[in-house]
Nanobody, 116 residues
Framework: QIQLVESGGGLVQAGGSLRLSCAAS????????MAWYRQAPGKEREFVASISRDSTTNHADSVRGRFTISRDNFSNMVYLQMSSVKPEDTAVYYCKGVTLGSRDYWGQGTQVTVSS
């Protein structure tokens, strides 16, 4: 089993910054790709960013240039640095781990609210 726990969410003003963290535990050696997704009220969950084991990253067009995903394999952490946030970034942000066998694991989510 793999456990993922997000933290760092909260209320931030538009234009501000926030850093989300995701702590992985359990059978972490099985994790290949880590990713962040978000879900706004009344909308489907959407991809935000991903990072592979070799640190290759991919960011959604809506956040590219503003958000940056990173990982620390030594401490089993994944981060999402959010800058120049907008009210439309308001959502519950979820951490996802994908194993080499393509099994998905999700965290419980952390709320990010951007005030205008």
């Amino acid at each position: 089993q793999i456990q993922l726990v997000e933290s760092g969410g909260g209320l931030v003003q538009a234009g501000g910054s926030l850093r989300l963290s995701c702590a992985a535990s359990g059978l972490i050696f099985r994790i290949n790709t880590m990713a962040w997704y978000r879900q706004a009220p009344g909308k489907e969950r959407e991809f935000v960013a991903s990072i592979s084991r070799d640190s290759t990253t991919n960011h959604a067009d809506s956040v590219r240039g503003r958000f940056t995903i990173s990982r620390d394999n030594f401490s089993n952490m994944v981060y999402l640095q959010m800058s120049s946030v907008k009210p439309e970034d308001t959502a519950v942000y979820y951490c996802k781990g994908v194993t080499l066998g393509s099994r998905d694991y999700w965290g419980q989510g952390t709320q990010v609210t951007v005030s205008s």
